[in-house]
């Protein structure tokens, strides 16, 4: 096992470069940038999408055209910036480091983020760790306490039902599970918004921040009241569809082993039901449930946490991710892509770990690579 987890997080390395390599590329050939978005900011134009090639069009169409002058090749990179200083832009250009090739800044980064130095935000005046810093908590709360409760609630009730298949109980909750899974997380937040915080009905749940503004002046027991009370709507939003999904997923694989000759074999030598249940049809019905973990971790933990932090005005890094994207603030997009990448890398070794706790038959040593 000790050869595995090394091989394993040596692949780690080059698996990181290449999700930054690649990356880095698409952003070279994205329309619009920080440059073009500063430019916009001091015309008092709208930057679009198309920026940088309407921008290259126009120069392309009018070059060497009687009674035109050409352009200075510093301004006509960026639509708009006619009128500015050249000098002007060439200091932009030394600022965010596109006065380099692009090779170098990317080498440059590579060097930096295996540091952890993820450099400042173009357009915030703070370290981009110190922004990561700020919005983790959020993140964390919402990736883990929807990631356990879906758990805690999905594995039982999908043995529940695997176990009473067909019947009246596995008919209803079978439709309640398929109404959840067909709403979408940011619909449900809407209407629990409605219904629960201070919509047209009750005001019970707060509807803005982790916790309350008087928080650092409660006791502890009633700092946990109020962290809690301000994550139930967002987690119970964040866990309908993944709840769903997941129990589905433990009935179904539950069945099929169930349905094996080996679980048969154990009932007619007299093993009760919890033995067979939990002594053999468990490791082996888990393991496909272990398997969707790492996706199901990641997604809870950042990307699928983006419109419940909107709705609730939870300022976490699936929101600091989406923004630095509308914003070119590509700092904080690669530290965050580097940091989503390495979360997920690892969740997926802790996985197959999880796969020999619950199976010891299984050894990642002997397999054939």
Known sequence: ????????????????????????VVVQFAPGGPIERVIAQLTGDDISATARISGATSEIRNPGQPGTTAADPVTSRYR??????????????R?????????????????????????????RDTKVIDLIKEKLPVSISLGIWMTLLTY??????????AVRDGSRFDVWSSGFIVI????????FAILLIVLLA???????????????DYFATLAWPLKIVDYFWHLTLPIISMALGAFATMTLLTKNSFLDEIRKQY????RMK??????VLYGHVFRNAMLIVIAGFPGAFVHAFFTGSLLIETIFSLDGLGLLGFESVLNRDYPVVFATLFIFSLVGLVVNLVSDLTYTWVDPRIDFETRET
């Open 180 to 187: 959840g899974y067909a709403v979408p997380g940011f619909l």
């Open 198 to 212: 201070g919509g047209s009905f009750y005001s019970i749940f707060p509807l803005r921040g982790l916790t309350s």
């Open 152 to 161: 805690l609630i999905s594995i039982p009730l999908g043995i529940r039902k």
């Open 95 to 123: 600022q965010f480091g596109f006065d380099k090739p692009a090779h170098e800044r990317f080498l440059l980064m590579v060097w930096n983020f295996a540091r952890f130095d993820f450099g400042k935000s173009y357009f």
């Open 263 to 266: 679980v048969l074999t154990a």
């Open 80 to 93: 708009g910036a006619q009128g500015l200083d050249p000098k002007f832009i060439k200091e932009l250009e």
């Open 1 to 24: 096992m000790t050869a595995y987890l090394l091989r394993r997080l040596l692949l780690m390395i080059p698996t990181l470069f290449g999700i930054l390599l690649v990356s880095f």
């Open 270 to 275: 007299g093993l009760p039901q919890s033995r």
